[in-house]
């Protein structure tokens, strides 16, 4: 069944609240399930060995499951960067995954835009995952989220397979529509069920192929 933004979120507090699943569990949960589609990507892209990977992440838990990805990415054997706009509130799930990261070595650059150029003409990646802004987004993008935004669609025009973590950043999950701008990606992992916007006229050229991957919490009927 598909999710309008009221009903994910309100499941999201459906699986904390009233099942006790911790916040920090989801997240593991969703992240285990985008690293497996990382995966599968990086190996239909034919990328023998280590791959780099540019993770992308906003402060917020959209962000947070970019981070957790990154510990299973490096699990795996490639090599996870992270360009971050902004930082996770404290001591909340994402700054925990945020800190495992940093204590595993990954490096993580503030100021995305700047941080995808450097990083891209140092070590050309495989694959980028836009792990910026969840279903929370309800107005127009601006600033430093809107030029994240274009640096990796023009990445993404310039043949580097896009993963978008639940919904490409700046997209509407009722409408389809984005929100001045969003992410085109090549792919999207969507969380519990896809969101309603998704079957809307045009959504298709935002999200790319549509996934659902399981937060470990049985989908609402």
Request: glycine share 10%.
């Amino acid at each position: 069944m598909p999710l309008t933004r009221a009903q994910a979120r309100a499941f999201d507090q459906h699986a904390v609240r009233d099942l006790g699943v911790p916040e920090i569990v989801l997240m593991e949960n969703a992240a285990r399930g985008c690293a497996e589609v990382a995966v599968e990507m990086l190996a239909a892209a034919a990328a023998s060995g280590k791959a780099s990977v540019l993770i992308v992440c906003g402060a917020g838990q959209n962000g947070g499951d970019g981070y957790a990805l990154a510990r299973h990415l490096l699990a795996a054997g490639h090599r996870p960067q992270i360009a971050a706009i902004g930082a996770p509130r404290n001591r909340s799930p994402a700054a925990i995954n945020a800190n495992t990261c940093k204590r595993l070595g990954v490096e993580i650059v503030l100021e995305a835009e700047a941080a995808i150029d450097r990083i891209l003409n140092a070590n050309p990646c495989r694959l980028i995952v836009d792990a910026l802004l969840g279903t929370g987004v309800d107005r127009p993008v601006d600033g430093d989220m809107r030029r994240a935004i274009n640096a990796i669609n023009a990445r993404r025009q310039g043949g580097v397979p896009v993963l978008s973590i639940d919904l490409p950043s700046g997209l509407d999950p009722d409408s389809g529509l984005p929100l001045g701008d969003a992410v085109r990606a090549t792919m999207t992992a969507t969380m519990v069920a896809p969101k309603i916007g998704f079957a809307c006229a045009g959504a298709a050229a935002f999200t790319g192929l549509v996934t659902v991957v399981s937060i470990g919490v049985p989908p609402p009927c």
